[in-house]
């Protein structure tokens, strides 16, 4: 049964949509069967693998109204192991659509499952804001994998999504978990990034995924040649950090099955645990506006 993680943050220019590619196709490129699911109506995450959206007829827009099953929709890509459900601009009306439907957050959740058998990973891009598309994701997600720039406006945010992720626990998915906070975009030539890094991971510990993808020139110019970076320039350094972001997750896998073979259950990260990290989040924010005003209260 594929673990399902979707990419999440309603801050937008973090490296969603290239994490939610590059991480879908390191999975692949380690052999384990993998579908991405564009569920952002700008559908980047598709055009990024090559797939032309804009006469295309299957998509995700399709599967959630109901006119379509998902695995009529699913499409193959270049890359062995690796399918994807494809977005279209048509999906920026189907908030509106299914506003009266029963149940309308958990519609992703009954469409994939399924399908999720043929998978050992789904992965879900998000749009950037907290509406219906994302809350269906987090209703549907295992796990929420949150890619933070290294850059202060992209902390601000970071509090209100781990609030909105335990009111999901609460109400819609008790098993959602947070996958990791992965920072992105990181120089380690600008004092900001250093500073970024240093604060989330001080404040939120163990939730920062170990893997930093840094800023890299083949990452950025990958998805213009419709490939994942992998396929693009398999020895960049951003495919480098996405194939270690993929161990990482692929690594935490096995020691949750064998914690579930040893104790029959998963251990399971309560809900006041990611109301204690947004109030990390806010913590960091304010450890790096402050660290960033020495300069100005030293030039004083």
Do not use: W
Not at 97 to 108: G, S, T
Request: aromatic residues 4%; negative net charge.
């Amino acid at each position: 049964m594929a673990r399902v993680i979707a990419v999440a943050n309603q801050k937008g220019g973090v490296g969603k949509t290239t994490t939610a590619v590059n991480l879908s196709a390191s999975f692949a490129a380690a052999e384990q069967p993998t579908l991405l699911i564009d569920i952002d109506p700008q559908a980047n995450a598709s055009n990024g693998l090559g797939i032309k959206t804009r006469d295309l007829e299957k998509t995700v827009y399709e599967v959630l109204v109901g006119t379509m099953a998902v695995q009529d929709a699913v499409v193959p890509t270049e890359m062995p192991h690796l399918d994807v459900l494809p977005s279209h601009i048509n999906l920026v009306g189907a908030e509106i659509e299914i506003v009266d439907v029963k149940n309308r957050e958990r519609l992703l959740a009954e469409r994939i499952n399924s399908i999720r058998h043929k998978y050992k990973f789904i992965v879900i891009d998000c749009p950037p804001s907290l509406g219906l598309l994302t809350l269906n994701a987090l209703t549907a997600a295992d796990s929420i994998l949150v890619p933070v720039q290294c850059e202060y406006y992209a902390l601000e945010g970071l509090g209100q999504l781990l609030n909105t992720i335990s009111i999901v626990r609460k109400h819609l998915n008790p098993r959602l978990e947070i996958e990791g906070v992965l920072l992105t975009m990181y120089d380690n030539r600008l004092r900001l990034s250093n500073q970024v890094v240093q604060e989330v991971t001080r404040h939120l510990g163990e939730k920062v995924c170990k893997t930093i993808i840094g800023r890299n020139v083949r990452l950025a110019e990958a998805p213009s040649h419709g490939k994942p970076v992998i396929l693009y320039d398999a020895l960049s350094i951003g495919a480098k950090h996405y194939l270690d972001l993929a161990q990482e997750i692929l690594d935490r896998e096995k020691l949750r099955f064998s914690g579930q073979n040893h104790n029959g259950n998963a251990a399971d990260s309560s809900t006041p645990e990611i109301a204690t990290g947004a109030e990390a989040a806010s913590a960091a924010v304010s450890a790096v506006a402050s660290a960033m005003q020495e300069p100005i209260k030293q030039g004083k």
